[in-house]
């Protein structure tokens, strides 16, 4: 079984931070470039950032460039993304996904094979 179990969403408030996870079940990310993505209603999805199999390269899309940070950990098996000022418009369900190689930047979907199934981020006051 290959899975991806993303957590760490919920309610904040505009400025705050959130540090969302992604741990993968049934494989190893060692192989694997790590991408996370967003979706917000009525919205087509978006790459939000993309990091290398090694941890030594990462893109962000513009619109959270400086604000958020990716990282991982190949040892715990997990990928993190940490969410500071925190603005409404990054409302959305986010999503990680595996693919061999980050493709574009922003990053795209292309080649994601592997999904997991999102957690859910409103920033509102």
């Known amino acids: 079984q290959l899975q991806f179990v993303e957590s760490g969403g919920g309610l904040v408030q505009p400025g705050g931070s959130l540090r969302l996870s992604c741990a993968a079940s049934?494989?190893?990310?060692?192989?694997?470039?790590i991408g996370w993505f967003r979706q917000a209603p009525g919205k087509e999805r978006e790459g939000v950032s993309c990091?290398?199999?090694?941890?030594?390269?990462?893109n962000y899309a513009d619109s959270v460039k400086g604000r958020f940070t990716i990282s991982r950990d190949n040892a715990k098996n997990t990928v993190w993304l940490q969410m500071n000022s925190l603005k409404p418009e990054d409302t959305a369900v986010y999503y990680c996904?595996?693919?061999?190689?980050?493709?574009?930047?922003?990053?795209?979907?292309?080649?994601?094979?592997?999904w997991g199934k999102g957690t859910l981020v409103t920033v509102s006051s």
């Open positions: 049934g494989f190893t990310l060692d192989y694997y470039a």
């Open positions: 996904a595996a693919s061999l190689v980050c493709v574009g930047r922003p990053p795209t979907s292309y080649g994601m094979d592997y």
């Open positions: 990091i290398s199999s090694s941890g030594g390269t990462a």
